[in-house]
């Protein structure tokens, strides 16, 4: 038997919010469905027809659910008090004394270290200048394969311990054998250190958390011992790319309505993102391990997309999952470019196609059932809405060339005479554009006319312009996601797995040959599309140009809105500004100058990576501390290492493939001989090559 739930009062409330969505959803959906029957020249009674009309009432649905999800934001964000709101516990109880040891958790893997490593010293003294410090410990969880790049956070952490006095608080492990990714990362860290720790907070690598907003978190679990997790809604900033200026812009815009619609109807049912949220850990131990799926990956296997089913296991366990949709300070990144994003999305389609699988788990609860459904929709939907189209273009070529047939072969008083309304088209494309723009406008009104803010996003006309050019942008990208995502679905259905890497976290551009190499099958897609329709049923051509537009413009506008350069031109012009840029808060302009200061500090240093554990007489004994102990190995093994130890020292690290830098990395005595053997170097050529002409005192 499961525990009694958390805020058991909130479940009627969450039963009559449910049944009022199912409704709004539902009742909508069946009327626009017959109005696109009677639109189509059919009816809907053909196999062809009715199958379009049960694609397009499927997506009117998908999106009906967004639309009403903004709107009980809106309503709620209208309220002075929402009585559901979790922050409200901490009315009265600011100063409460904090009695819980928390440790927060950065999982990286092949990260940017210096980001990384400023992130997480900004939160460090954010949290010291609160006077809570004391109850937090920090730890760095690397999965990292790259020899070089574990050598930078091995020294990265060093420098971090130094300057922020952190010895015994902030704590660094490369785990040597990352099964399961993050989740199973922060499952090591729970069989390891769990046990010391009433809480835990996960972030991701480009995560930052004020000090107050973590002691806030860890009072609101105190004072509701029944909350399992307890999720932040981030704010997306720090990029200057335009698309992820753009993104930042409507996370700013948008998402404050829209957290707050999440939280109207998911109450204590809601989901964890996987990163700035703090977990009990105790009942995050007991019941929310994930076990392999049963079969070959990409449907079997590991679950990737672990933060849901963690969310509907701790659920499950009588633990409520809430979102604090009204707590600041928590930030994140975007991905700087498109390529980065649906790179991105490649790894999250896999993870909620596999969640399918999971919604008949026995004892999970209704809505986290619905919120699997629904994390699958988000790119099955791309899938339906590229059906959609083809479906409709099947159709209008039909029509086309089919020859009429105005006296039936069976027995009729009248001719079959085609009928077309055009009453009921525009019905139906204006209450699609009702639900996809009346909740911008919304939000519009909420920061212009309820919170009077619109001048921390560059004024009310320059608000009200970036919108308009926001809604611009995405109609372009729109269906170019739409291909990659119908492809992510179709390919994760025959068996195609996706591979696990870092993801780019700076303000690079993609290339023209990238672009092209991406988009130009869409590209090329839309081209012959459009063609075939306009050549075939002119009329139908017309409805399709938005997409074959945005197809044909994918590569321009790919590397276009991948340029910082020209995000930064938006920004002079006032455009996509966020309140954070305008008077940016204490810890993102930390977060800068650190990475600053480290950039400025890197360049100092004459080796990078594997060569500078070799030569740097610090960092070489700073790794000698986290390896292991001696190993006994077999002969065939000795001499590979000799060998490769002696093609180092000859031929400089640039001659040894990762594989081979790894192998001397985890040999402690090789790389003390190896170290000691480079600075007996000579000078020539091979010291050169590890930088020791630069390093060595000039005589």
């Known amino acids: 038997m499961h525990a009694a739930p958390a805020f058991a009062p909130w479940l009627a409330a969450a039963r009559r919010r449910r049944l009022v969505l199912l409704f709004l959803a539902v009742v909508p959906t069946v009327i626009a469905a017959g109005y696109m029957a009677d639109v189509l020249p059919h009816k809907g009674t053909t196999p062809l027809e009715l199958t379009l009309v049960v ?138 250190w769990g046990k010391n720790y009433e809480c835990m907070v996960v972030f991701d690598a480009d995560s930052v958390m004020t000090g107050e907003t973590l002691a806030a978190m860890a009072r609101i679990m105190q004072l509701k011992p029944k909350i399992g997790i307890l999720q932040t809604a981030p704010v997306a900033s720090g990029r200057q790319t335009l698309i992820a200026r753009a993104q930042q812009f409507a996370n700013r815009v948008y998402g404050p309505m829209f957290a707050a619609g999440l939280h109207y109807w998911q109450l204590g049912d809601a989901q964890y993102w996987g990163h700035n949220a703090m977990i009990r850990v105790a009942p995050f131990m007991e019941h929310c391990a994930l076990a392999r799926l049963p079969g070959k990956p990409p449907l079997g296997g590991d679950i990737m997309s672990h933060d849901f089913v963690e969310a509907a296991l701790m659920r499950r366990a009588g633990y409520g999952v809430w979102l604090a949709y009204g707590l600041p300070g928590s930030y994140e990144e975007m991905p700087p470019t498109l390529l980065d994003e649906l790179t991105r999305d490649r790894r999250w389609c896999q993870g909620n196609m596999q969640h399918l699988r999971l919604v008949t788990t026995q004892g999970l609860f209704p809505a986290h059932r619905a919120l699997f459904l629904n994390g699958a929709m988000a790119y099955m939907s791309a899938l339906l809405w590229f059906l959609f189209l083809i479906l409709s273009t099947t159709e209008a070529i039909y029509e086309a060339l089919r020859e009429p047939v105005y006296f039936p072969a069976e027995r009729s008083l009248f001719p079959d005479w085609p009928v077309w309304n055009p009453g009921w088209a525009i019905i139906l494309l204006a209450s699609t554009a009702v639900i996809l723009f009346l909740p911008k406008l919304a939000s519009l009104f909420l920061i212009t006319v309820k919170e009077r803010r619109s001048r921390r996003f560059g004024g009310f006309f320059r608000l009200s312009l970036s919108i308009f050019l926001e809604v611009i942008l995405s109609t372009l990208l729109a269906p170019v996601r739409m291909l990659f995502h119908a492809k992510f679905v179709f390919v994760t259905l025959l068996g195609q797995q996706v591979t696990w890497a870092g993801q780019e976290r700076k303000d690079v551009g993609t290339s023209w040959r990238d672009a092209l190499r991406f988009h130009g099958s869409g590209m090329a897609l839309g081209i012959v599309w459009g063609l075939g329709v306009y050549v075939l049923n002119r009329a139908f051509f017309w409805w399709l140009t938005p997409i074959l537009i945005a197809l044909f413009l994918a590569v321009p506008v ?126 020539g050529p091979e010291a050169g090559r590890w930088g020791l002409t630069a390093l060595r005192p000039r005589t």
């Not at 937090?136 to 130094?162: G, K, M, N, Q």
């Not at 952190?166 to 660094?172: A, N, P």
């Not at 002696?646 to 001989?673: I, Y």
């Open 558 to 683: 790919s590397v276009f809105t991948s340029r910082p350069g020209v995000g930064r031109f938006f920004a002079r012009l006032g455009l996509f500004l966020i309140p954070e840029e305008v008077e940016t808060p204490a810890i993102l302009r930390r977060v800068e100058a650190l990475v600053r200061g480290s950039e400025e500090s890197r360049a100092v240093h004459v080796t990078r990576g594997f060569a500078r554990v070799v030569v740097d007489p610090v960092v070489n004994a700073l790794h000698l501390t986290f390896a292991r102990a001696e190993r006994t190995v077999s002969p065939e093994i000795e001499a590979e290492l000799a060998a490769l130890a002696d093609k180092a020292l000859h031929q400089g690290p640039q001659a040894l493939s990762l594989k081979e830098k790894r192998m001397l990395l985890h040999d402690p005595a090789r790389l003390v001989t190896l170290h000691r053997a480079v600075w007996e170097l000579p000078e």
């Open 55 to 192: 694609v397009y009432g499927l997506l009117f649905c998908w999106i009906s659910v967004g639309f009403w999800t903004a709107m009980a934001g809106f309503l709620t964000l209208m309220r002075r008090v929402d009585r559901m709101n979790v922050a409200e516990v901490l009315k009265g109880q600011e100063e409460l004394p904090l009695a819980m040891r928390t440790a927060i958790l950065m999982p990286i893997y092949n990260e940017d270290v210096t980001r990384v490593m400023a992130g997480l010293r900004a939160t460090y003294e954010s949290l010291a200048a609160t006077g809570h410090l004391a109850h937090f410990d920090f730890y760095i969880l690397s999965d990292t394969r790259s020899p070089d790049v574990i050598v930078e956070e091995e020294a990265a952490w060093a420098d971090f311990c130094r300057a922020a006095n952190g010895r015994g608080r902030i704590f660094y492990r490369n785990r040597k054998n990352n099964i399961k990714r993050k989740s199973g990362n922060v499952a090591d860290f729970c069989r390891r």
